[in-house]
């Protein structure tokens, strides 16, 4: 079956509201040493059967073993997982400067049902204070690469898309849901698009920019550059 993504409705109406952070978006031994990777990693999944289903609690307790490094310079790794009806993601950090663009800054988690690079459908994670239980924070969904998206009001398991963060000691973890084959819709019902990977999945995890420092002379931008990152993920036997 050939990979497809179903197009939005254009004359929807963008959702802005409390979204004035759109616009700037353009334990221990787990996480140690995290492979070199290339700008493209390839990403090995594994196929989760339902009596190994992974819970969505902002944890990295069922991501055992299927963590990838993908960033050269950074600690950041990345796990992901598929079974019969969804994709699963974690992304886990104990790197300082991404602690701070995830939570200071928000990202986008971009992905391009052909395995490419293309900012298709991306599902956008507000920045949110990170504490030790499960936060969820307020996310929305976007398509071909746009500004603004359409916000999801309320996340769960009975919503298409479900993230939620934590933090376990100096580690910060986000994972992420987003169903399969199944229509996602803004509030209004009338933006719809249809996640059906082929073969390999583009995943891109884009942050947004932090602000510059403040005071007299603090330099003009901050000294942490966002990040631009993308792995191709080959999904694992749940395929239509």
């Known amino acids: 079956m050939r990979p497809r993504l179903s197009n939005p409705s254009r004359s929807a109406a963008r959702l802005r509201d409390g979204a004035a952070w759109m616009a700037r978006v353009g334990a221990a031994g787990l996480l140690g040493a995290l492979p070199a990777c290339a700008p493209n990693t390839a990403v090995l999944t594994s196929?989760?059967?339902?009596?190994?289903?992974?819970?969505?609690?902002?944890?990295?307790?069922?991501?055992?073993?299927?963590?990838?490094?993908?960033d050269?310079?950074?600690?950041?790794?990345?796990?992901?997982?598929?079974?019969?009806?969804?994709?699963?993601?974690?992304?886990?950090?104990?790197?300082?400067?991404?602690?701070?663009?995830?939570?200071?800054?928000?990202?986008?988690?971009?992905?391009?049902?052909?395995?490419?690079?293309?900012?298709?459908?991306?599902?956008?994670?507000?920045p949110v204070e990170v504490e030790d239980g499960a936060v969820t924070p307020r996310t929305e969904i976007v398509f071909d690469g746009s500004e603004y998206g359409y916000q999801l009001a309320e996340l769960g398991p009975?919503?298409?898309?479900?993230?939620?963060?934590?933090?376990?000691?100096?580690?910060?973890?986000?994972?992420?849901?987003?169903?399969?084959?199944?229509?996602?819709?803004?509030?209004?019902?009338?933006?719809?698009?249809?996640?059906?990977?082929?073969?390999?999945?583009?995943?891109?995890?884009v942050t947004g920019e932090l602000p510059p420092p403040e005071?007299?002379?603090a330099p003009r931008k901050s000294p942490i550059d966002p990040m631009r990152v993308w792995a191709v993920a080959t999904l694992g036997k749940a395929r239509p």
């Open 215 to 217: 005071g007299p002379n």
């Open 47 to 70: 196929w989760s059967p339902p009596e190994l289903a992974i819970e969505v609690d902002g944890q990295y307790d069922d991501w055992q073993g299927r963590f990838t490094g993908i």
């Open 72 to 126: 050269d310079d950074r600690s950041v790794a990345l796990g992901v997982a598929d079974d019969a009806s969804d994709l699963y993601l974690c992304i886990a950090t104990r790197d300082l400067s991404v602690q701070s663009l995830l939570r200071r800054a928000g990202f986008t988690v971009w992905l391009d049902p052909q395995g490419g690079h293309r900012e298709v459908l991306g599902v956008r994670v507000a």
């Open 158 to 205: 009975d919503q298409p898309v479900d993230v939620k963060t934590s933090r376990r000691a100096d580690v910060i973890v986000y994972e992420l849901r987003v169903a399969l084959r199944t229509p996602l819709a803004g509030p209004t019902g009338d933006v719809r698009a249809t996640l059906t990977p082929g073969p390999t999945l583009g995943i891109g995890l």
